[in-house]
């Protein structure tokens, strides 16, 4: 049995995934680039959000569109923001991420809040912490 799951582990790890339905040619992993991230500072912002969910959010998104990614967690729409952050009552600090994007298709945003290229899941969703934290 041993064996078969040694096996099984071996395949899957040899198994790139895409972050983007985008056909380059290619199977590498590669994580896309936010048009606005030089025009935008939101995304410099030091602190995570709360944790939502352990796993990405999949989402059609449209070339040259500007989305809202929700930074703080607390949105009702998530992946998108719905501007829960502005309820004075919540006194929260983190604004969300405008972002757009190269080319049409499917992408993959971080719903931890603990990316490093936001809003684009980058695989932090899989360490044992935010794994622990959500249920």
């Known amino acids: 049995m041993s064996v078969l799951l040694r ?13 983007s339905s985008s ?12 048009l606005l991230e030089d025009s935008q500072t939101a995304h410099l912002q030091r602190e995570n959000g709360v944790i939502f969910d352990k796993k990405p959010f999949k989402i059609h998104l449209e070339s040259n569109k500007t989305y809202s990614w929700c930074l703080c967690g607390k949105s009702k729409s998530q992946p998108i923001c719905d501007g829960m952050h502005k309820n004075e009552f919540l006194k929260i600090k983190l604004r969300p991420v405008r972002f757009q994007v190269e080319k049409t298709g499917d992408y993959w945003l971080c719903n931890c809040k603990q990316t490093k290229h936001r809003p684009f899941c980058d695989g932090t969703h899989k360490q044992p912490d935010i794994q622990a934290a959500v249920r």
């Open 7 to 19: 096996a099984l582990r071996t395949q899957k790890s040899s198994l790139h995934r895409m972050y």
């Open 23 to 34: 056909k380059t040619g290619s199977e590498v992993k590669t994580i896309p680039k936010n």
